[in-house]
């Protein structure tokens, strides 16, 4: 096991002769590539400026089908849902994210900010698959009573325009073939009406390392070009 931690000197092991290396996520970790079989970012995604850099950075220290385990406060449960509503903050409790509350520490030129860049279920899922990796399984966690008692007299309304824009998805004419739309898009329905995300009162989520070309699905090549932007990203990625 090696821990890792932007201010090390915070880290407190329980288990004697456990050192605490810095590490931070703007730059590269302190590990060789595919030289971890299990990596765990607890309740960390959503302090990072640049996500994907660091969902990146993941991919590249874990070996082959290696797993990835994310944890981070829910912000796509309906207590936050509504929250960002009525005060665009986390909780309706507390002010919008702002710089006297959520610059935590800093030690030099470091900052260590607090919830600026939370992150949902449908972001960190899109933000894996463009870093190399799949969703496997959701964890079970508490139940957010609050996003229970405020969801469930909403939740099958939630459920019936949810697929609602799934079908309309399906029928609009894309560059994929069918079973590719239908996969991606069934994974996206799926976690948007899944109960562990909108009624958790954490994400916790295992990911799966893949093939980088499996991140992006491959246009199909009959009367389509792709644009530039997406010619750019896939070349990237082999």
Same mark, same amino acid.
């Given at each position: ?8 000197? $915070? $880290? ?45 950075? $993941?991919?590249?220290? !874990? ?32 002010? +919008? ?10 030690? /030099? ?14 972001? !960190? ?31 099958? #309304? ?20 069918? /079973?590719? =739309? =239908? ?11 899944? +109960?562990?995300?909108? #009624?958790?009162?954490?994400? $916790?989520?295992? #990911? ?18 792709? +644009? ?6 896939? /070349?990237?990625?082999?």
């Amino acid at each position: 096991m090696t821990p890792i931690d932007l201010f090390p000197d $915070f $880290f407190e092991a329980k288990k004697s002769g456990l050192k605490c290396l810095k590490g931070n996520l703007s730059q590269a970790l302190p590990l060789d590539s595919s030289s971890c079989q299990i990596l765990i970012c607890q309740e960390g995604i959503e302090h990072l400026s640049d996500q994907l850099k660091a969902i990146k950075e $993941f991919y590249r220290v !874990l070996s082959k089908d290696g797993r990835l385990f994310i944890t981070a406060p829910n912000y796509s449960h309906f207590r936050t849902k509504l929250s960002y509503l009525l005060n665009e903050s986390e909780i309706y409790k507390r002010l +919008p994210a702002n710089e006297l509350d959520d610059i935590w520490h800093s030690d /030099s030129d470091e900052f260590y900010y607090g919830h600026i860049f939370m992150i949902g279920l449908q972001k !960190l899922r899109v933000l894996g698959r463009l870093s190399g990796f799949k969703i496997t399984r959701l964890h079970k966690v508490k139940i957010s009573w609050t996003s229970l008692l405020l969801g469930l007299p909403i939740y099958p #309304f939630a459920v019936i325009v949810s697929c609602l824009a799934y079908l309309r998805v399906m029928r609009k004419q894309r560059a994929f073939d069918k /079973s590719t =739309k =239908k996969r991606i898009y069934r994974e996206v329905l799926k976690y948007n009406i899944h +109960p562990k995300v909108l #009624f958790g009162r954490h994400l $916790f989520v295992e #990911f799966q390392k893949v093939d980088l070309t499996e991140a992006i699905p491959e246009p199909t090549k009959t009367g389509y070009s792709a +644009p530039e932007p997406v010619k750019r990203l896939q /070349s990237s990625l082999t």
